[in-house]
Every structure is written in structure tokens, then in C-alpha cells.
């Protein structure tokens, strides 16, 4: 059974920094496809960043300077590191899994099967 943890979460003020982390288990992720989503209250789940261990990463636009993804595919863990953080970043973050994701629709949320509860950021 797959299962992906999210860690790394909390609350920062403005241009602050934190580091989110996302234990896979259940099935080798090595070559797989791997992101991170947000979802604030009352809006819709958007891609943050995915990352496919072969390929280079992708960002939306709003996180792009600032956000680093990372894929440690010998330990089955993804990474987020985030910085210049901003009111707007506040919302629930989840890392999701998928066997094989096309490089332009790895920001799509029904593009993956596997999600994480997700862990909170909050930027005041």
C-alpha cells in the first residue's frame, strides 16, 4: 500500500524560510514523478513543484526564485525547501505520487493517485 507523510510544516512570519519533507513508502519511487501541492481555504488544490528523478523540475510561477524542489529517490523522500516566504504561501501542502507524469501536466492535481494528508504552512 502506498503511503506518502508529509512533515516540516508551521507557522513563519513574512520572508522566513521552512523546509518540508515527504516520506513514500508502499512502492519504488526512484523513477517516478513526485510533487508538491497547496490548497488554501476556500480555493482550489494548485501545483507548487514536481520532480522526476531523471528530468528537471518544474515550478508554478509564483514559486519560481524562491522554492527548491529535491528528490531523493535511494531514500523514497521528497523535498521542499521554501524561502522569501509570503502571506499568499499560507495554505496545506501535500506531496502526491505517479507512476509516469508528462513534464507539461505534472502541476495538474488529477494527473497523480497518490497523496499525502498534507502538513500546514503559515505565513504571517
Known amino acids: 500500500q502506498v503511503q506518502l507523510v508529509e512533515s516540516g510544516g508551521g507557522a513563519v512570519q513574512a520572508g522566513g524560510s521552512l523546509g518540508l519533507s515527504c516520506a513514500a513508502s508502499?512502492?519504488?519511487?526512484?523513477?517516478?514523478?513526485m510533487a508538491w501541492f497547496r490548497q488554501a481555504p476556500g480555493k482550489d488544490r494548485e501545483g507548487v513543484a514536481a520532480?522526476?528523478?531523471?528530468?528537471?523540475?518544474r515550478f508554478v510561477e509564483s514559486a519560481k526564485g524562491r522554492f527548491t524542489i529535491s528528490h531523493d529517490g535511494a531514500k523514497n523522500m521528497l523535498y521542499l525547501q521554501m524561502n522569501n516566504l509570503k502571506p499568499e504561501d499560507t495554505a496545506m501542502y501535500h506531496c502526491?505520487?505517479?507512476?509516469?507524469?508528462?513534464?507539461?501536466?505534472?502541476?495538474?492535481?488529477?494527473?497523480?493517485?497518490?497523496w499525502g494528508q498534507g502538513t500546514q504552512v503559515t505565513v504571517s
Open positions: 508502499g512502492y519504488a519511487f526512484s523513477r517516478n514523478c
Open positions: 502526491a505520487a505517479e507512476m509516469f507524469v508528462d513534464y507539461r501536466k505534472r502541476l495538474r492535481v488529477d494527473e497523480y493517485t497518490y
Open positions: 520532480s522526476e528523478i531523471t528530468g528537471k523540475p
